[in-house]
């Protein structure tokens, strides 16, 4: 069982910033990809960014490309998000997540750290 648990969240500014973290129990944490995804009230889950195993590849959704960058600390079972140039409309429950290790699915989720964004 991988317990994942999300910090770093709060209130800010427009413009500003905010790095969220994501601490995971499994000591297998070097082996698996992890992702980040928000979900915003009254709209669905969406995805935001994954970095691979050794932290070589990232991915990135469109609405955050060049101001959120995910990276991770293997030693520390830790993957975070750095989010810069923060907007309205990133307003969110973020939530870090597992991929699994054969397949493109998430098996184990965080509970969120909410990421509000005033204007």
């Known amino acids: 069982q991988v317990q994942l648990v999300e910090s770093g969240g709060g209130l800010v500014q427009a413009g500003g910033s905010l790095r969220l973290s994501c601490a995971a129990s499994e000591r297998t944490f070097s082996s698996y990809t992890m992702g980040w995804f928000r979900q915003a009230p009254g709209k669905e889950r969406e995805f935001v960014a994954r970095i691979l195993p050794n932290g070589g590849s990232t991915v990135y959704a469109d609405s955050v490309k060049g101001r959120f960058t995910i990276s991770r600390d293997n030693a520390k079972n830790t993957v975070y998000l750095q989010m810069n140039s923060l907007k309205p409309e990133d307003t969110a429950v973020y939530t870090c997540?597992?991929?699994?290790?054969?397949?493109?699915?998430?098996?184990?989720w965080g509970q969120g750290t909410q990421v509000t964004v005033s204007s």
């Open positions: 997540a597992k991929r699994k290790i054969f397949g493109a699915t998430y098996d184990y």
